[in-house]
């Protein structure tokens, strides 16, 4: 049946998400951290505008500020999503799979916007290596959380179709 190979499909993708979104989470808020420690000093010898800026990253290139912001909004709901996708999945109807089916769309387009902040940072470059683990591990949750978000769609979709009440092969 194809609802078992969605099932289990959607559950290791749900679990393998949790874990890099919490990575996620991590760097990207050791990031913020790091800018929020090290602005006062660095942006002190630029000039008025660069200094008023409110998201001057000293570390990396001018598009990382936005990148690390996004990246921590999107693993932060991506773990949210994951947590309670599993129980959804878990319980395995209708209600529940479209909830999760709603909320792992929601999560994949924050994660893709991220993720082209991520490439346009790559695209700039000047970058350390935090700011790549960071960047490698936006761009590969981007696509697992594509492959979760249709496993759960095609657990929805099949099990909508098993409710549905069959034909009667006679009628018109």
């Known amino acids: 049946m194809a609802s078992g190979g969605s099932k289990s499909a959607a559950t290791m993708l ?3 998400n949790l874990g890099l979104y919490i990575i996620v989470t991590i760097v990207a ?8 420690e090290r602005t006062h000093e660095t942006a002190s ?7 008023i800026f409110p998201i001057f990253f000293p570390m990396g290139n001018m598009a990382t500020g936005f990148f690390v912001i ?12 994951s947590v309670t996708g599993l129980t959804n999945v878990f319980q ?6 479209n909830a999760a089916a709603a909320s792992s ?11 082209g902040l991520a490439c346009k940072e790559i695209n700039i470059g000047w970058t350390d290596a935090n700011l790549r683990t960071l ?7 981007s696509g697992t959380q594509l492959f979760c978000t249709g496993a759960i769609h095609a657990g929805a979709e099949d099990d909508a179709l098993n409710r549905m009440p069959s034909a009667s092969a006679g009628t018109v």
């Open 92 to 97: 395995w109807d209708a209600p529940n799979l």
């Open 29 to 36: 808020g050791w990031a913020i951290n790091h800018a929020i």
């Open 135 to 141: 960047e490698v591990m936006t761009i590969i949750v």
């Open 45 to 51: 010898v630029l000039s008025i505008p660069a200094r």
């Open 14 to 16: 749900l679990f393998l």
């Open 105 to 115: 769309l929601l999560t994949w387009a924050l994660t893709l916007l991220a993720m």
């Open 70 to 81: 996004f990246a921590l909004i999107a693993g932060v709901v991506g773990v949210s999503t």
